[in-house]
Nanobody, 115 residues
């Protein structure tokens, strides 16, 4: 089993920044891909960004140029730096990871962008 623990959500004004962190612990025997999904009220969950074990990244078109995903393999931690936040970025952000073919999810952290 793998546990994912997120931190860093909160309330921020439009144009502001937040940094999310997600630490993985447990039965991690190989490097896996990790990333972030988000779900806004009344909308489907969508991929925000992901990063492979070698550092390759994928971003949603809606966050390209504003968000940056990174990881620290020694700490099994993934980060999401979110800049130039917009009200439409408001959602519950969930950490995701895959190890040995199994998907794991964090509990989610609320990000609210509002003045």
């Amino acid at each position: 089993q793998v546990q994912l623990v997120e931190s860093g959500g909160g309330l921020v004004q439009p144009g502001g920044s937040l940094r999310l962190s997600c630490a993985a612990s447990g039965s991690i025997f190989s490097k896996g891909s990790m990333g972030w999904y988000r779900q806004a009220p009344g909308k489907q969950r969508e991929l925000v960004a992901s990063i492979g074990s070698g550092g390759s990244t994928i971003y949603s078109d809606s966050v390209k140029g504003r968000f940056t995903i990174s990881r620290d393999n020694a700490k099994n931690t993934v980060y999401l730096q979110m800049n130039s936040l917009k009200p439409e970025d408001t959602a519950v952000y969930s950490c995701w990871g895959i190890w040995s073919g199994r998907n794991y999810w964090g509990q989610g952290t609320q990000v609210t962008v509002s003045s």
